[in-house]
Nanobody, 120 residues
Framework: QVQVVESGGGLVQPGGSLRLSCAASGSIFRINSMTWYRQAPGKQRELVAKVTTEGVTNYADSVKGRFTISRDNTLHTRYLQMNSLKPEDTAVYYC??????????????WGRGTQVTVPS
C-alpha cells in the first residue's frame, strides 16, 4: 500500500519561512515526480512546484524566487522550502506523487494536505 504524507505546515508571520515535507512509503521502485499543489478557500487547486526524478523543477510564477523544491531520493521524501511568505500563500498544501511500485505498478497518489497560514 502506498501512502503519501505531508507535514510542516503551520502559522507563520509575513516574511517568515516554513519547510514542508512530503514522504511516500510503500514498495516503491521509483518516484517519477513529486508535485506540490495548494488550494486556498474558494479557489481552485493550483500547481506550486514540481520536481522530476531527473531533478528538473518548475515553479508557479507567484512563488519563483521564494520557494525551492528539493529531494532526498534515499528516503522518498521531497521538501518545499518556502521563504518570504505572504498572506496570499495561505492555503492547504497538497503533495502528489507519481511513482512506480513493485506491487502496484504505476500510480498517482495524493496526501491529505497540510495547512499553511500567513496572516495579513
Amino acid at each position: 500500500q502506498v501512502q503519501v504524507v505531508e507535514s510542516g505546515g503551520g502559522l507563520v508571520q509575513p516574511g517568515g519561512s516554513l519547510r514542508l515535507s512530503c514522504a511516500a512509503s510503500g514498495s516503491i521502485f521509483r518516484i517519477n515526480s513529486m508535485t506540490w499543489y495548494r488550494q486556498a478557500p474558494g479557489k481552485q487547486r493550483e500547481l506550486v512546484a514540481k520536481v522530476t526524478t531527473e531533478g528538473v523543477t518548475n515553479y508557479a510564477d507567484s512563488v519563483k524566487g521564494r520557494f525551492t523544491i528539493s529531494r532526498d531520493n534515499t528516503l522518498h521524501t521531497r521538501y518545499l522550502q518556502m521563504n518570504s511568505l505572504k498572506p496570499e500563500d495561505t492555503a492547504v498544501y497538497y503533495c502528489n506523487v507519481e511513482l512506480e511500485d513493485y506491487e502496484l505498478g504505476y500510480g498517482s497518489y495524493w496526501g491529505r494536505g497540510t495547512q499553511v497560514t500567513v496572516p495579513s
